[in-house]
């Protein structure tokens, strides 16, 4: 059963199954089908999917041009998971947020799984994608696989292949960015190695799944911690009255031992916010207490309330309070270029100046209306700049530093401008860092 698979991925007859058809579903479905596959996409949301047959894309750096290709080429999407026989492999990109605990929710994972278990059929290969503590491919998917009678490794395969998906970064495509890629059997790994070998140019095997989970929570920790040591370092260095983006830009200069981080409003996105807490969570169950993640993960949520403070005091030495000030936030994705709004730190701070009596308007040239979210909700559309505009406002916060925003109109009319990404070298009357 092993080389018929095989054999089906070096003559791309395989079909390949997509469960999530979102900012990591949605390019490799691309990318398998520009290779030659024929892919069937399967996602919870009839508008997605609607969108997807019209030929439409529903995010930014995605052009509805390679979407139409796909779908002149074979592409297509569906909500009926009874479709999964179809495919030779299923490739699971959904959610893994967490919860109002702080804990991981795995209802995405579980529910999708659950939705596909009653239709696996033998020579089916499972990859999931979704960022997980360690032991989630072991402990969740694998029994439930097993419950239908397969044996794992023999008549079904399983994987856990991390996605390393940088939404709008020009530098790197899925086929670029090398994939780890972890078995629950040696023909499991062989599979999956073999299925990724022939979309992304570098696949990184390791010896198991919980290694190659773990691989994707270090590569994220590692950036919540130095991120996190940036933000303290940015607090203090304002305290002395030194410019910590000056101090960033001069230690980047050393050629060896340093990499540059680069403090801000909080984190966003899909991984820097979210992973460390998976693993916290699960080294509890070991005994052991992560100080230093969740120590960084302290630094990090603490962001919107600094920032918010700078505000606070920028209005207080103009005789104005939070309360009842105009606000303009720039930005709201979480960061810059980029229509994603995933755990926007923006949002964080636009709803905790609403709760102090703020009047809140935002512009995102990314984000033309305020999307429907899980927690959060606003009634907003995006502001155009304009000079005028913009000195009607008693304070402008820089929250995402997009590309297509005019600085220099932008600081020469504001009233007041509070600016928590660095963006403005020069120190001004009118504006403040954050």
């Known amino acids: 059963m092993k080389n018929a698979f095989l054999n089906r991925i070096a003559d791309k007859s395989a079909v390949i199954g997509i469960v999530g058809l979102g900012y990591v579903g949605l390019p490799l479905m691309l990318r398998f089908n520009e290779v030659g596959y024929k892919v069937l996409g399967f996602d919870i949301?009839?508008?997605?999917?609607?969108?997807l047959h019209a030929g439409k894309s529903y995010?930014?750096?995605?052009?509805?041009?390679?979407?139409?290709?796909?779908?002149?080429?074979?592409f297509e999407a569906t909500t009926d998971f009874s479709r999964a026989p179809e495919a030779d492999a299923l490739i699971l990109c959904v959610p893994t947020p967490l919860n109002k605990y702080r804990e991981p929710d795995l209802s995405y994972v579980i529910n999708t799984i659950d939705s596909l278990v009653p239709h696996l059929r033998e020579g089916h290969l499972v990859s999931l994608e979704s960022t997980t503590y360690p032991g989630t491919t072991d402990e969740e998917l694998l029994p439930r696989i097993e419950s239908r009678g397969f044996k794992v490794g023999e008549n079904v395969f399983l994987v856990f292949s991390p996605e390393r998906e940088d939404p709008g970064n020009p530098d790197f495509t899925t086929r670029t960015i090398p994939k780890v890629c972890g078995g629950v059997t040696e023909a499991c790994q062989e599979i999956g190695v073999a299925l990724y070998g022939a979309v992304i140019d570098k696949v990184v095997?390791?010896?198991?799944?919980?290694?190659?989970?773990?691989?994707?929570?270090?590569?994220?920790i590692h950036r919540a911690v130095n991120i996190g040591l940036v933000n303290e370092m940015k607090i203090v260095a304002d305290k002395m009255g030194i410019d910590i983006h000056e101090v960033i830009r001069a230690a980047a200069t050393k050629p060896f031992g340093f990499v540059p981080y680069y403090p801000g409003p909080g984190l966003g996105g899909h991984c820097i916010p979210i992973d460390p807490f998976y693993l916290t969570w699960k080294?509890?169950?070991?005994?052991?207490?992560?100080?230093?993640?969740?120590?960084a993960g302290e630094v990090n949520s603490s962001?919107?309330?600094?920032?918010?403070?700078?505000?606070?005091?920028?209005?207080?030495?103009?005789?104005?309070?939070?309360?009842?000030?105009?606000?303009?936030?720039?930005?709201?994705?979480?960061?810059?270029?980029?229509?994603?709004?995933?755990?926007?730190?923006?949002?964080?701070?636009?709803e905790k100046l609403r709760e102090l009596g703020a009047d809140i308007s935002y512009s995102d040239p990314h984000v033309p209306v305020f999307p429907k979210m899980r927690e959060h909700h606003f009634e907003l559309s995006s502001v155009a700049l304009s000079a005028d505009k913009l000195a009607t406002y008693d304070c402008v916060l820089l929250a995402t530093d997009h590309d297509k925003f005019d600085y220099n109109m932008i600081s020469q009319h504001a009233q007041l401008v509070v600016?928590?990404?660095?963006?403005?070298q020069q120190a001004t009357a009118n504006v403040i860092r954050a």
């Open 303 to 350: 962001m919107p309330d600094y920032v918010i403070s700078k505000i606070a005091s920028a209005l207080n030495e103009r005789k104005k309070a939070i309360n009842g000030s105009k606000i303009l936030v720039l930005g709201i994705a979480y960061k810059k270029n980029v229509d994603d709004m995933r755990e926007s730190p923006s949002v964080f701070l636009m």
């Open 205 to 220: 095997p390791v010896s198991s799944t919980r290694a190659a989970e773990m691989t994707k929570l270090l590569e994220n």
């Open 59 to 74: 995010i930014e750096h995605i052009s509805a041009d390679s979407i139409a290709s796909a779908r002149a080429a074979g």
């Open 419 to 424: 600016d928590s990404r660095g963006k403005y």
């Open 45 to 51: 949301d009839q508008s997605k999917v609607d969108a």
């Open 283 to 295: 080294a509890r169950e070991y005994g052991v207490h992560t100080r230093f993640i969740e120590l």
